[in-house]
């Protein structure tokens, strides 16, 4: 009788839960603006005479459509042309990576035939690229990308110890998560050649379906870069891109935004601290977790997107620190960007 009657009350429970989802909820969004899904362009070559489609087409047309992309530089090539151009790209919000110095193989394979670097060459290939990024920048490189994407463990923990975030260095062909792993294992796909250009549009579009991270990988655009394509084509992948974005189904962002912005959701608990006599929330409060973040100048950006839902009226304000915050009621959900440390949202009605 007794497990008849908590079977019974298990069944009500169940019953009940319907109701109870209409309860206003808090939740930190899985990317930023509650996008479906995110997407980072990294343009691989930047320096090399045969990319200079990066400099020259590449740039503008993504900052004409306000999308920001990461491009590699090979620092042994980049000249003071390329540094100037490199920090006017940065300028656009564009992000710079370390793509070594003389960009040869970090694994011994028959069809890699450009020399090989290893331990030995750390103080060249990553020490002086690094500093060389810095000084004729002034950004420290967030993220090394390998040559022809080969690499050892002793490189990614050389990495590790001269304070980078990560490196492209996970799968290939498969998405990233949306929460954080590591990101010294970050997974990726390239671009080859003889691909259709409608693979690009394919991976923004397994992205948002699937709620991940997509890392894509290409060099440049009418030059004689490996797998470039016409300016033409990359325009219409770029309209595709800006559309998306458009949309909130997407989020373009650098591989520093992505990463900063998994680590501060890692790091916080949000939670509704007071409610109204209507059950609406009038006060909701972020709680930072005290894990390992990367040093502050690596970490891009210091927002969080918070998610409330099922809420029974608008809010009429919603502020932090007395300053009110712009936001956006998009299907049944109020979405709205906070700045971290955060003491205390405030919401009326
Ligand atoms: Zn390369």
């Given at each position: 009788?007794?497990?008849?009657?908590?079977?019974?009350?298990?069944?009500?429970?169940?019953?009940?839960?319907?109701?109870?989802?209409?309860?206003?909820?808090?939740?930190?969004?899985?990317?930023?603006?509650?996008?479906?899904?995110?997407?980072?362009?990294?343009?691989?070559?930047?320096?090399?005479?045969?990319?200079?489609?990066?400099?020259?087409?590449?740039?503008?047309?993504?900052?004409?459509?306000?999308?920001?992309?990461?491009?590699?530089?090979?620092?042994?090539?980049?000249?003071?042309?390329?540094?100037?151009?490199?920090?006017?790209?940065?300028?656009?919000?564009?992000?710079?990576?370390?793509?070594?110095?003389?960009?040869?193989?970090?694994?011994?394979?028959?069809?890699?035939?450009?020399?090989?670097?290893?331990?030995?060459?750390?103080?060249?290939?990553i020490d002086k690229s690094t500093e060389l990024i810095l000084k004729n920048t002034?950004?420290?490189?967030?993220?090394?990308?390998?040559?022809?994407?080969?690499?050892?463990?002793?490189?990614?923990?050389?990495?590790?110890?001269?304070?980078?975030?990560?490196?492209?260095?996970?799968?290939?062909?498969?998405?990233?998560?949306?929460?954080?792993?590591?990101?010294?294992?970050?997974?990726?796909?390239?671009?080859?050649?003889?691909?259709?250009?409608?693979?690009?549009?394919?991976?923004?579009?397994?992205?948002?379906?699937?709620?991940?991270?997509?890392?894509?990988?290409?060099?440049?655009?009418?030059?004689?870069?490996?797998?470039?394509?016409?300016?033409?084509?990359?325009?219409?992948?770029?309209?595709?891109?800006?559309?998306?974005?458009?949309?909130?189904?997407?989020?373009?962002?650098?591989?520093?935004?992505?990463?900063?912005?998994?680590?501060?959701?890692?790091?916080?608990?949000?939670?509704?601290?007071?409610?109204?006599?209507?059950?609406?929330?009038?006060?909701?409060?972020?709680?930072?977790?005290?894990?390992?973040?990367?040093?502050?100048?690596l970490m891009s950006h210091d927002t969080l997107t918070i998610v409330l839902k099922?809420?029974?009226?608008?809010?009429?304000?919603?502020?932090?620190?007395?300053?009110?915050?712009?936001?956006?009621?998009?299907?049944?959900?109020?979405?709205?960007?906070?700045?971290?440390?955060?003491?205390?949202?405030?919401?009326?009605?």
């Amino acid at each position: 009788m007794k497990k008849y009657i908590y079977t019974l009350s298990l069944l009500f429970s169940f019953l009940a839960a319907p109701a109870q989802l209409k309860i206003a909820q808090v939740y930190i969004a899985p990317f930023r603006h509650d996008a479906d899904g995110a997407y980072t362009l990294i343009h691989d070559d930047f320096g090399a005479e045969y990319a200079r489609g990066i400099e020259e087409y590449i740039d503008t047309m993504n900052y004409n459509r306000k999308l920001p992309i990461c491009f590699a530089a090979i620092v042994g090539e980049c000249d003071q042309e390329d540094w100037t151009k490199a920090k006017d790209m940065i300028g656009h919000g564009h992000q710079i990576l370390n793509h070594s110095m003389t960009h040869k193989c970090g694994q011994v394979q028959s069809w890699c035939t450009f020399g090989n670097w290893n331990e030995k060459d750390f103080p060249t290939e990553i020490d002086k690229s690094t500093e060389l990024i810095l000084k004729n920048t002034g950004k420290h490189p967030a993220f090394f990308v390998f040559p022809f994407d080969l690499f050892t463990d002793t490189m990614l923990h050389y990495l590790e110890a001269k304070h980078y975030i990560g490196a492209r260095a996970g799968k290939q062909n498969i998405l990233n998560s949306a929460v954080l792993s590591d990101p010294f294992l970050l997974n990726f796909a390239v671009f080859r050649p003889g691909e259709p250009v409608s693979a690009l549009n394919d991976m923004a579009d397994k992205a948002t379906q699937s709620k991940s991270w997509a890392v894509r990988v290409m060099h440049g655009i009418e030059d004689e870069s490996w797998a470039q394509i016409t300016a033409e084509e990359y325009a219409t992948h770029l309209d595709y891109l800006q559309q998306q974005v458009k949309q909130n189904k997407l989020w373009m962002a650098t591989l520093s935004d992505v990463v900063t912005y998994q680590y501060n959701k890692e790091a916080a608990v949000t939670k509704i601290a007071e409610q109204n006599k209507d059950g609406l929330p009038t006060k909701i409060i972020v709680e930072l977790k005290n894990i390992k973040l990367p040093s502050g100048d690596l970490m891009s950006h210091d927002t969080l997107t918070i998610v409330l839902k099922h809420l029974k009226a608008t809010p009429k304000t919603i502020s932090q620190s007395q300053l009110y915050i712009p936001f956006e009621i998009r299907d049944d959900k109020v979405i709205f960007d906070i700045n971290l440390p955060v003491n205390e949202i405030v919401l009326t009605y």
